[in-house]
């Protein structure tokens, strides 16, 4: 069982910048797959960023060039940093792993992931 906990989320400007954390258990896996998520009211959830064990990432098209995310592994905890924010960005963000593989092509998908944080809420006033 692995437990993840995000913070980090808030209020802010259009143009503004924000960094989400997410808190994870211990776990000893060397192939794994970290991804965040959001989704917004009425909206199904869609996957932001990923990161691999390997370092390799993948992101969203609609946040290329503006979010990267990234891990301290002796920390235990993945990063969002989140940069000119839009309005269209407001949502609840979710921290996801699979603890069982490197991400893959398909890691946007919500079913490669077994566990899940509680979220953190992000919004984006214009």
């Known amino acids: 069982q692995v437990q993840l906990q995000e913070s980090g989320g808030g209020s802010v400007p259009s143009g503004g910048s924000l960094r989400l954390s997410c808190t994870t258990s211990t776990y000893t896996s060397s192939n794994y797959c970290l991804g965040w998520f959001r989704q917004a009211p009425g909206k199904e959830r869609e996957g932001v960023a990923a990161?691999?064990?390997?370092?390799?990432?993948a992101y969203a098209d609609s946040v290329k060039g503006r979010f990267t995310i990234s891990q301290d592994r002796a920390k235990n905890t993945l990063y969002l940093k989140m940069n000119t924010l839009k309005p269209e960005d407001t949502a609840m963000y979710y921290c996801?792993?699979?603890?069982?593989?490197?991400?893959?092509?398909?890691?946007?998908?919500?079913?490669?992931?077994?566990?899940w944080g509680q979220g953190t809420q992000v919004t984006v006033s214009s």
């Open positions: 990161i691999s064990s390997d370092g390799s990432t």
């Open positions: 996801a792993a699979d603890i069982f593989a490197r991400c893959p092509l398909a890691w946007a998908n919500i079913y490669e992931y077994d566990y």
